[in-house]
């Protein structure tokens, strides 16, 4: 996500231009430039800041305006920061990712529910709360018909988006909550930000939102409570208008360890956490705390420490679970080779694992079946395949998956629902420029969850094969970005040309930068069997003639950072599925089942 905070910065390496474009009736003086008004009027009340530290930075003397140049976008088009983001990312000709996700999903829109102004009871629960007619009305909060249930309408621009109701009547003391119908998970609350706010106070409750609200401060609630984050993939976008977020979530465990996940998902830079005296805002207003008070929380929030210095015993649990993993938990994904299950080899969280080979050996279909078989386990996995297009390639999937050469129309339509919410694709055919690669990839992480990505191949990504400086520092970002976000990384590369393919390769033999070996926590390469292949003909199908004894190909495990397993791994391939084997009379597994004409908790993965 690139924030308002990033392009009003790029927006100041540039401050001249922008000012001219902005008040084409302004003019430069000195280090200023200088208008009679935002609506361009002649005069010099106005001015600009063009270098320095504070580039960018204006202000109107006359009327007491001032900011940055995403502000000046604003005030001089009469629009609010969102719309002046999306215009200005245009001009820096900053376009969003590319990005080819699951098929969005679609929410059911409510029905306007039959509400009332809030009196009587819902009026005087509202007002007991300490908050005013004033705050109800800004958040347009209703009544039910029989005033038992209060309405807190989800509205984006006038439009419904959800609707969430609380009953009055508590039995045993615990709130009774509904909300509409597979509608959208998004946030309550835009229909009271204020166009021109640059932050926001983010809530785990609605009555919080509304007194953060009412004590000054623009305020958005998560959609249900601190442990649901559903609504970050369906706001994250809008959120990118904020240079800072205050979390103010309830202080209790629950609260806090919501308030975490939270700043894990929309970024540490711009987030604060606040710590409230009471459980709550609203806890705090009732106590008679006043908007001094708040202010003061908000100046007190603090930002997460830098989590690259940290004492030794912050360490303490996590090493204890790599010893002592909890129960359920699986930290350690499988190959799709038992034989090497069995031996308790496989990847982990935060590893660079390369898987070289020579031009033609079948790197992409074995990556593929890698990719299924996380898929299997639970991950969720975006492939950059920039040799083939998508559509292609999960074509060859689909086979792989269904352990079929030719699979049936529903059994095909099944598999292509599987991938929903579990498989993206990196749209680009041809090469990709390294860095808006790992921009993808770190939007994938953020605002899918996603934990396990292939790069198909390095040859792709622009980068010149004699330029190792460039190569070194391509892997030491992918590096960077799995540490940073506990992601498992696939890098496919190439062997350097040979005096023949038939001869095995090491990884020694990986074209390009040292780096590659160096860098990464496991490399393999798969080396194909020319030379069975050349022998095998079409009247030699016995299956106990010597040819037929070695393996199609090895799959070489050369350095294991993680682990102590250096060895090769015999293979066979079943051409009809795609799919490599861990030995001669393995069958092909199917990684996604399917019960034609049965209930659709039965087609599901096994």
């Not at 649990?317 to 010893?323: D, G, H, I, S």
Request: net charge negative; charged share 30%.
């Amino acid at each position: 996500m690139i924030t308002a905070g990033e392009i009003s910065e790029r927006l100041a390496r540039q401050a001249e231009s922008v000012a001219q474009k902005l008040l084409p009736g302004g003019k430069r003086e000195g280090r200023e430039y200088v208008s009679g008004s935002t609506g361009g009027d002649a005069g010099k009340s106005l001015k600009v800041c063009l270098s320095g530290d504070k580039a960018g930075i204006w202000s109107d003397f006359a009327t007491g305006e001032g900011g940055d140049l995403l502000d000046l976008w604003a005030a001089t088009r009469s629009i609010s920061v969102a719309d002046a983001l999306r215009e200005s990312r245009d001009y820096l000709g900053i376009a969003p990712p590319a990005f080819a996700g699951s098929k969005p999903r679609e929410y059911r829109k409510p029905d306007r529910p039959p509400v009332t102004r809030p009196k009587l009871r819902v009026l005087e629960y509202l007002r007991g709360r300490g908050l005013t007619d004033e705050t109800i009305a800004a958040f347009r909060v209703a009544a039910s018909p029989d005033d038992d249930e209060i309405v807190f309408p989800f509205l984006r621009g006038g439009e419904l988006v959800n609707v969430k109701y609380l009953k009055l009547e508590r039995p045993n003391g615990k709130k009774v909550v509904r909300q509409e119908k597979d509608a959208e998970p998004c946030l309550f609350g835009w229909q009271a930000i204020p166009d021109r706010a640059r932050s926001i106070v983010l809530t785990e409750g609605e009555i919080d939102a509304m007194t953060w609200h009412q004590m000054g401060f623009p305020a958005l609630s998560a959609w249900s409570g601190a442990g649901n984050l559903q609504w970050v993939e369906n706001e994250w976008d809008r959120l990118a208008r904020f240079d800072r977020i205050y979390v103010a979530f309830d202080a209790d465990e629950a609260g806090e360890a919501g308030a975490n996940a939270v700043v894990a998902r929309i970024g540490r830079a711009r987030c604060r956490l606040v710590t409230t005296p009471y459980k709550d805002a609203n806890e705090c207003l009732q106590n008679g705390l006043d908007r001094a008070c708040f202010r003061d929380m908000i100046d007190a929030a603090r930002s997460l420490d830098p989590k690259e210095l940290r004492s030794a015993s912050t360490y303490r649990e996590a090493v204890l679970a790599r010893f002592f993993p909890p129960e359920g938990e699986q930290r350690r994904l499988d190959t799709p080779f038992e034989k090497l299950t069995a031996r308790g080899v496989g990847f982990l969280p935060g590893e660079l694992v390369l898987v070289n080979g020579i031009n033609g050996h079948g790197k992409t279909s074995f990556v593929s079946q890698v990719a299924l078989s996380l898929l299997w386990q639970g991950a969720k996995c975006c492939i950059a395949s920039m040799e083939v297009k998508p559509d292609m390639l999960l074509q060859r999937m689909t086979i792989q998956a269904c352990a079929l050469p030719e699979p049936s129309r529903p059994f095909i339509e099944h598999v292509q629902d599987y991938w929903d919410g579990r498989l993206w694709m990196f749209d680009v055919v041809g090469t990709a420029k390294a860095e808006y690669l790992l921009d993808v990839f770190r939007y994938a992480r953020a605002c899918y969850g996603v934990t396990c990505f292939v790069v198909d191949s390095f040859a792709k990504c622009g980068i010149d094969d004699d330029d190792y400086t460039s190569q070194k520092r391509f892997v030491e970002a992918l590096c960077d970005f799995k540490n940073e976000t506990d992601s498992t990384v696939f890098l496919v590369t190439h062997s350097r040309k040979l005096e023949s393919e038939t001869r095995t390769v090491d990884k020694m033999d990986i074209k390009g930068s040292g780096a590659f070996a160096d860098l990464a926590d496991t490399v393999t390469t798969l080396w194909r069997n020319k030379s069975k292949e050349a022998r095998r003909s079409d009247d030699d199908e016995d299956p106990t003639s010597p040819v037929e004894d070695k393996p199609d190909a090895v799959w070489y495990w050369q350095k294991n950072r993680n682990g102590d397993f250096e060895k090769p791994v015999a293979l066979w391939f079943h051409a009809p599925t795609r799919q490599f084997l861990g030995n001669s009379e393995a069958n092909p597994r199917a990684f996604v089942g399917f019960v034609r004409d049965a209930s659709p908790q039965l087609g599901i993965a096994i």
